[in-house]
């Protein structure tokens, strides 16, 4: 009896012990087919451009294909409930961007919870948008902007892209300064910078990559950039918080899984990420980008998430900005 009864004890360990073994396995094996990153936004734009440098990287890195599949449409909600609703085995990922920050609150009936329902991997990228006016605004600087838009309020047009940092960045910027600007809503970045160039619009908190070429051929003027310290790729550009102390507002972009993802391959997409900032061509990529790594575990990624979803969530509600 008591042999019967190691021997049966033995077995109940072992089949309690299977499902450990088995998420080591699948992490040890992990990819063995065809990854897809699934991108809410057109192909050709910053985001998407994100998405197939990190889905080379982890092909070279991992001998597997990391397949972009591009999925437009409300603000990236599209494709974020399309991998909230996955598998969560490690083959469908999300290029999990701000906009998902901002949507968490500028949505009212989302079909899931962002930060429940998505796991973070890794951040990939950090890019400041770059406060910039046409050419025909006489200020100069941060500072000559606000005198110039209080002594005529509700005179300036500020292009923006509903439900991103184009316009939330705007909108930070009109609560922090005391300013009164009137936002145009376009349909994308591409629009709206081309308004800007031709003068129909004023004033634009575009990403830095879109709009770099022009603002060193003279064709936009930079106020400042964004982001809390000075941008590598326009170093002689001010940042907005030496002017409006506490201002920062960036676009980044990383990677995330559907929830209940094992750790075990959360854990080597980390490791893989990470490791590929080593790689001096993929750092230059990120440079011509005008953007920095955003280095860091799953924890870090976790964090980033959930304060920049807690940031938005206040200008939203103060601007009363609304989703299309």
């Known amino acids: 009896m008591k042999l019967a009864r190691r021997r049966f004890l033995y077995a109940a360990g072992s089949v309690a012990a299977l499902p450990a073994v088995s998420r080591i396995a699948r992490g040890q094996t992990y990819p063995a087919r065809p ?111 606000i005198a110039y838009t209080k002594a005529n309020p509700g005179k300036i047009n500020m292009a923006g892209v509903n439900g991103t940092t184009l316009q939330l960045a705007g909108e930070l910027f009109k609560m922090m300064a005391g300013v009164d600007m009137l936002h145009v809503p376009y349909k994308g970045a591409g629009p709206a910078l081309t308004d800007l160039l031709g003068g129909r619009v004023q004033v634009l908190f575009d990403n830095l990559s879109s709009s770099i070429a022009y603002i060193r051929a003279g064709k936009l003027r930079a106020l400042a950039v964004t982001t809390v310290t000075r941008s590598k790729a326009l170093p002689e550009i001010p940042t907005v918080s030496e002017f409006v102390p506490g201002y920062e507002a960036s676009a980044w972009q990383g990677i995330g899984a559907p929830k209940s993802t094992p750790p075990a391959i959360i854990n080597k997409l980390n490791v893989e990420i990470n490791a590929a900032f080593a790689d001096p061509r993929f750092r230059a990529r990120l440079s011509d980008l005008g953007g920095e790594a955003l280095e860091g575990s799953p924890t870090d990624f976790g964090k980033l998430l959930a304060d920049e979803t807690e940031k938005w969530a206040r200008v939203v509600k103060h601007s009363g900005a609304k989703a299309d």
Do not use: C, K, W
């Not at 294909?65 to 990922?93: C, H, K, M, S, W």
């Not at 998505?118 to 941060?142: D, K, L, Y």
């Open 35 to 145: 990854v897809r990153i699934v991108v809410g936004f057109p192909p050709g734009g910053p985001t998407d451009i994100v998405a197939r440098l990190i889905g080379q990287a982890l092909s070279e890195r991992l001998s597997q294909q990391f397949v972009i599949e591009n999925r437009p449409g409300a603000g990236g909600n599209i494709a974020t409930e399309a991998v909230v609703r996955a598998q969560p085995d490690g083959y469908t990922l999300l290029l999990v961007n701000a906009a998902n920050a901002i949507s968490a609150t500028l949505y009212d009936s989302l079909n899931f919870n962002f930060l429940r329902d998505i796991a973070p991997i890794a951040g990939v990228v950090r890019v400041p948008n770059v406060m910039e006016v046409h050419p025909s605004v006489p200020a100069r600087t941060v500072p000559e902007f």
